[in-house]
């Protein structure tokens, strides 16, 4: 089955720096990679994703990058704020019609100090 | 962004009893919704997938006895936790897949459920 790596598990950044969050998928297959954002007691919040069929995508201050024969993709976010400090997760999925789940990894903690 | 809700959002109970969480898609219709547990400091683990109108799937390890799931209409799945002990407080989120075409279909997250057993 899929397996998802991500890495750094803890990152420490200055208001204003970038962060970038690694993940690494095992199944080729897959097709998917959505990006979520966890704060202290709430459920995931969608904050971008990506499609095998694309490169990369930006929203505003936030990136995803896919390399599909490397089967890694990165998220990206420059000019970092406080708020921006939460758990973030990075999953992957296979296609299905009528949606398979999502393999998520272990989450990265990210601290922006103002 | 499609909207998920999950109620209660925080329970207590005593061992032995029974909990039901809801988990509700909000404006839109879900042929499918996920079961996740999630522990503290830890990522999400499926639990189970939930089809409208047939039997959930359940993943390795999880017991379906225990963890009843009921997908009875296109907005509503229910996740009851029968005879609940200590190490079943946990943090339970659902998820509904939302079909919007080939390259908008997503999963939404409800807001977890969180809940302690004495």
Known sequence: ?????????????????????????????????????????????????????????????????????????????????????????????????????LIFGKGTTLSVSS | GAVVSQHPSRVICKSGTSVKIECRSLDFQATTMFWYRQFPKQSLMLMATSNEGSKATYEQGVEKDKFLINHASLTLSTLTVTSAHPEDSSFYICSAFHRGGASTDTQYFGPGTRLTVL
């Open chain 1, 1 to 101: 089955g899929e397996n998802v790596e991500q890495h750094p598990s803890t990152l420490s950044v200055q208001e204003g720096d970038s962060a970038v969050i690694k993940c690494t998928y095992s199944d080729s297959a897959s097709n998917y990679f959505p990006w979520y954002k966890q704060e202290l007691g709430k459920g995931p919040q969608l904050i971008i994703d990506i499609r095998s069929n694309v490169g990369e995508k930006k929203d505003q201050r936030i990136a995803v990058t896919l390399n599909k024969t490397a089967k890694h993709f990165s998220l990206h976010i420059t000019e970092t704020q406080p708020e921006d400090s939460a758990v973030y997760f990075c999953a992957a999925t296979l296609p299905g019609q009528a949606g398979t789940a």
